[in-house]
């Protein structure tokens, strides 16, 4: 069964540490990205990437830096998580056009 | 730039009443995609639908029908003879082929089923 998974389901963490998100899928898909969910706003990109050490921002990437050193895997990165990044993050990979994706389960981390 | 907007932030029926979920996008692209996701309380989306820019028939799908009018930029999806188990956050979502495959979503819109 094809998918894609993230590392944790729920996080906690103090204000000013570093954060790692991981996600790896395992489609061979060339395209990932990291989503931001929160109520009312819907899914907003964060960054995503095309390639492997590729790497594109989306609508909010203020806060965020990405790592793509293998095409299944792409972490999300939280330099100094603050409490206005407790959030729910979504993790999808694609094929190219005609668009496949799979989203993974979700982390919802909470910034304390 | 591109833009989807889901008005109906939550909406509760009864089990088997019939339900339309709205979904409206602005979009300059001429080729561009559009697409249904269901999230139940697990928190996993679920693929539902795609259409694309040229392909204006509606579809059906056991109890779900989707209605693409591009006149109004419009992409609404109607559950028929609603079940509980349809409880879920609903998301329209569009894709912009200048845009590669990036999506922009809705706000989404919970859906209640009550028994």
């Known amino acids: 069964d094809v998918k894609v998974t993230q590392s944790s389901r729920y996080l906690v963490k103090r204000t000013g540490e570093k954060v790692f998100l991981e996600c790896v899928q395992d489609m061979d898909h060339e395209n990932m990205f990291w989503y931001r969910q929160d109520p009312g706003l819907g899914l907003r990109l964060i960054y995503f990437?095309?390639?492997?050490?590729?790497?594109e921002k989306g609508d909010i990437p203020e806060g965020y830096s990405v790592s793509r050193e293998k095409k299944e895997r792409f972490s999300l990165i939280l330099e100094s998580a603050s409490t206005n990044q407790t959030s729910m993050y979504l993790c999808?990979?694609?094929?190219?056009?005609?668009?496949?994706?799979?989203f993974g389960s979700g982390t919802r981390l909470t910034v304390v | 730039a591109q833009k989807v907007t889901q008005a109906q932030t939550e909406i509760s029926v009864v089990e088997k009443e019939d339900v339309t979920l709205d979904c409206v996008y602005e979009t300059r692209d001429t080729t561009y995609y559009l697409f249904w996701y269901k999230q139940p309380p697990s928190g996993e989306l679920v693929f539902l639908i795609r259409r694309n820019s040229f392909d204006e028939q509606n579809e059906i799908s056991g109890r779900y029908s989707w209605n693409f009018q591009k006149s109004t930029s419009s992409f609404n999806f109607t559950i028929t003879a609603s079940q509980v188990v349809d409880s879920a956050v609903y998301f329209c979502a569009l894709s912009e082929e200048t845009s590669g495959s990036r999506l922009t979503f809705g706000e989404g819109t919970q859906l209640t089923v009550n028994p």
């Open positions: 990437s095309y390639d492997v050490k590729m790497k």
């Open positions: 999808a990979s694609s094929t190219p056009a005609p668009y496949g994706y799979t």
